[in-house]
């Protein structure tokens, strides 16, 4: 479904992303992490060319994209949806209209974007929110409307650039839940960057780890967190280890020193 082939981003004379290579198969759950600053985000904008990479090619079902005109790559990003950290809704316009948008602009009838609109917002359990305004709404539930306008254009490949982390702890949880279940239901291939280690743990199929522009460590979760190679892993696995004796260490009524 998407292949990347020595991609490339430098900024200057920093070189954000160097020559990283990485596959995703098709309803494959892939998720990127490592350090702040190693190039995820770079490198998941760089798959829908919000970010124009140096070098490299990103092929998705079997098209570069990086090679694309202008109107080409309008009809493939209907393909690829993307979830932002920050919701970047309209504040004018309510939940459904801020779904319509897209489709309406993309020349569907508003009859017809209305009701994807709608199955979109149902998917993420936010029907009932459809006439409220961003502003009247949480920022778990502004998310949920974020990812239904990414849904509602029934996307094959799902880019999500740390969803999560503009999010109250306590509103994390519905978002990833909603993550979860298109995960599970294998709704499109998704590629996920994000700091959540628990749901790294227990929904990617892949976890891939980032440092200093490149991938040092790509497998199956038990593998990265429990018998890592990298010096990225190792952190993660100790991490891991801290929280679960630190929560055992509480639930047991011991004080944490
Ligand atoms: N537009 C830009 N101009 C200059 N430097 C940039 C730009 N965008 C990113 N960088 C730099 O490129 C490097 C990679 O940034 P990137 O946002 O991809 O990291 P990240 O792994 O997503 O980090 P975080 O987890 O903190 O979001 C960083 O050193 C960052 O400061």
Not at 33 to 41: D, E, I, L, N, Y
Not at 90 to 110: H, P, T
Not at 151 to 171: N, Q, V
């Amino acid at each position: 479904m998407l292949k990347i082939q020595n991609l490339t981003k430098q900024f200057g004379s920093l070189v954000a992303v160097n020559n990283l290579n990485l596959s995703v198969a098709k309803g494959e759950t892939v998720v990127i992490m490592g350090p702040s600053g190693c190039g995820k985000s770079t490198t998941i904008r760089m798959i829908n060319r919000l970010i124009e990479p140096d070098r490299g090619s990103v092929f998705v079902d079997g098209v570069d994209i990086t090679g694309l005109d202008a109107n080409t790559l309008r009809n493939m990003r209907k393909r690829i949806g993307y979830v932002f950290q920050h919701f970047n809704l309209i504040n004018r316009l309510s939940a459904i209209e801020n779904v319509m948008l897209g489709l309406v602009m993309g020349g569907q009838s508003k009859e017809a974007a209305y009701d994807k609109a709608l199955a979109a917002l149902a998917k993420v359990g936010m029907e009932q929110f459809k006439e409220h305004k961003p502003g009247q709404l949480s920022g778990g539930q502004q998310q949920r409307v974020g990812i239904a306008r990414a849904l509602a254009f029934e996307p094959e490949l799902m880019l999500w650039d740390e969803p999560t982390a503009s999010l109250d702890p306590m509103l994390v949880r519905e978002v990833l839940v909603v993550m979860e279940e298109l995960a599970k239901y294998r709704a499109a291939t998704m590629l996920v960057v994000t700091h959540e280690i628990a749901f790294a743990l227990h929904v990617a199929d892949r976890i891939v780890l980032m440092e200093e522009g490149g991938i040092v460590e790509s497998g199956i979760p038990s593998q990265v967190f429990v018998n890592p190679v990298s010096s990225v892993g190792c952190q993660y696995k100790e991490l891991i280890e801290y929280q679960l004796n630190t929560s055992a260490r509480t639930l047991a009524g011991q004080h944490v020193a």
